[in-house]
């Protein structure tokens, strides 16, 4: 399996631009998960979803971001209009769904926002 | 709100000694406990996971400790070698929050030949 596939995988742009994130899960796994890493705060969850609907989006910083998850196997995250404090890693995870049970992490996407 | 602490200092140890970890949580109890290991630039990656009813959970050299009444997970690493350096996460489950997992700020090893 190739595992939790995200692109791209560093990303800049400048403040005020749209930026989009995109994951592609683990066939035959139902929960995904988008987090965001900072030095300062760490590992963060935005949102999660399971089977492809979202069941916690608490962790969204603001209204500028947005997550879709149209189908099983495709999932984006946006920031319209990005700033520069959203400079981060952002990370999708996906998992079979119950409880107990491990995340399986892609790559990461390194965002600067200039 | 629940809290998650582990030591933000880097932990330096000599390659063959045991790493110890620490884990510290507040304000709720965890049906479970995971550990990750982060490499730079890497997503995290799971390790093991240890339930509330087990007091220990062994795999290879890796071995982790669940005390609810401390309220703490330890993360030993026995016979440490520099491959072991990377930075180790712990992880619980939101209370109320079905599979939603938090993680700890993580704390990096840094193991020297």
């Known amino acids: 399996d190739a595992g939790v596939i995200q692109s791209p995988r560093h990303e800049v742009t400048e403040m005020g631009q749209e930026v989009t994130l995109r994951c592609k899960p683990i066939?035959?796994?139902?929960?995904l998960f988008w987090y965001r890493q900072t030095m300062m705060r760490g590992l963060e969850l935005l949102i999660y979803?399971?089977?492809?609907?979202?069941?916690?989006d608490s962790g969204m910083p603001e209204d500028r971001f947005s997550a879709k998850m149209p189908n099983a196997s495709f999932s984006t995250l946006k920031i319209q209009p990005s700033e520069p404090r959203d400079s981060a890693v952002y990370f999708c995870a996906s998992s079979l769904g119950g409880t107990n049970e491990k995340l399986f992490f892609g790559s990461g996407t390194q965002l600067s926002v200039l | 709100s629940q809290k998650i602490e582990q030591n933000s200092e880097a932990l330096n140890i000599q390659e063959g000694k045991t790493a110890t970890l620490t884990c510290n949580y507040t304000?709720?109890?965890?049906?479970?406990l995971q550990w990750y290991r982060q490499d730079p630039g890497r997503g995290p990656v799971f390790l093991l996971l240890?339930?509330?009813?087990?007091k220990e959970k062994r795999k290879e050299r890796l071995k982790v400790t669940f005390d609810t009444t401390l309220k703490q997970s330890l993360f030993h690493i026995t016979a440490s070698q520099p491959a072991d350096s990377a930075t180790y996460l712990c992880a619980l489950p939101a209370w109320g929050g079905y599979n939603k997992l938090i993680f700890g700020a993580g704390t990096r090893l840094a193991v020297h030949p």
């Open positions: 240890i339930r509330e009813n087990e």
């Open positions: 304000n709720y109890s965890p049906a479970y």
């Open positions: 066939s035959g796994h139902n929960s």
């Open positions: 979803f399971n089977n492809n609907v979202p069941i916690d």
